[in-house]
């Protein structure tokens, strides 16, 4: 017999029920039981009690709606839909809806200008938005019957929901202090502030990569720049390579999300969005990219998000002519490569790509997250950095080809763009 996936919907049921009902003459007869002719094949499979219960998913999402915001328990829904097979979807939805959609009634009346939107309007939205999301993954709500439709067109007064999304966040920086956060930069936070705001300002689309350690303020710069740029009324994407660290960003997303970064990415990969996405509409309209911990992202997905760029901008220039901010530290984390040996692992750092040679660094070098006042502390933390920088100093040597010089980190390296030989670094 044929396999049949869950997600098939009544093609699946109708498989099951053919595995345990003997000598059916119809499709009606194997929709019947105890002479009761059901209407569709799963109903016809819950009277055989062929399926389990929806209460797992229940339990599920009662626990979720007590700590997770309206977008969270969306997204937990659309996986259930999608992964999970619930036996009564509908009923799911009534029950859960009002958590569902606990934060659309703000969402309308900012987005909307409707000051007081009805039950049925919020719940309508929210299934507009649930439509949205399956849609992502080539899905909809009518592949999962008896789920209600949308009434309304949102996407008429809507437009391109990620850019409403942006422009909450432009709202939300309008009415931030982010002066205040500007007069508490230090020198080094101060002169990468200056420079990167002036690319922006300017158009000139420089590639910056702010280097620096841990704890010496690049979360801090990242969010301040934002704030500004987005109280200018700029739409700025902040993405982090992981979902750590993307929350930490204002408005962030992991990388791969966002540019949608095929898993297995290759040499000549694209992002996977067409020209005419919004994802695309997003990405023309935006001044400019902040993304974090770009030290443990293959160079591949950087130059994907490179090439497609140009690509949708219809622009030659790195990143179709708009400023970006990459930035983390070659001590932490880099690419894993599956089975990869150390050449293949330095090999797939962003410095060795071509785009290395076009990017402008930014150094961070005070430790912002210690005390320094405290000499102990200082003290620390320069022990640290040089531990990161020669590790070789503090450990013992497996073998006398080490050399003392790091990879990817080595300070006579930066100036070049190059990397030496040595051993790996932390
Ligand atoms: N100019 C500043 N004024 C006041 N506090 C700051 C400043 N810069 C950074 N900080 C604070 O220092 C701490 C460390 O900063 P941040 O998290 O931005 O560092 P980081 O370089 O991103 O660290 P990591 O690489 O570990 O993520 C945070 O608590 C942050 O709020």
Known sequence: MYFVSPNCGETFYLRLLLTVVRG????ESLRTVNNVIHNTFKLACVARGLLEDDDEWVQCLEEAAIMKSGYQLRRLFCVILTQCSPLQPLELWKRFSIHICDDLAHKIRTLFTLPNPT????????LYLLNQMLGEIGKSLYDFPPMPQPIENWSTVVGNRLIIEHRLLQIQAQKADTETNIGRLNSGQRSAYDAIICSVLENKGTTFFLNGGAGT???FLYNTIAQKCRGLGHIVVTVASSGIASLLLEGGRTAHSTFSIPLDVLENSICGFTKQSIQAELLRETKMIIWDEVPMQHKYCVEAVDRTLRDIRDNPKPFGGMTIVLGGDFRQILPV???GVREEIVNASLRRSDLWDDIRVLTLSLNMRLNTIDS???DFANFLMEALRVPS????QRSSSWHHKTELINDDDWQRGGVNEGPPCI
Do not use: F, H, L, M
Not at 119 to 126: A, L, R, S
């Open 24 to 27: 059916p003459k119809s499709y």
């Open 393 to 396: 100093w503090y450990v013992v």
């Open 119 to 126: 039950e049925g309007q919020i719940e309508d939205y929210g």
């Open 217 to 219: 303020g690049k979360t």
């Open 376 to 378: 102990r502390n200082a």
């Open 337 to 339: 490569v599956p089975k």
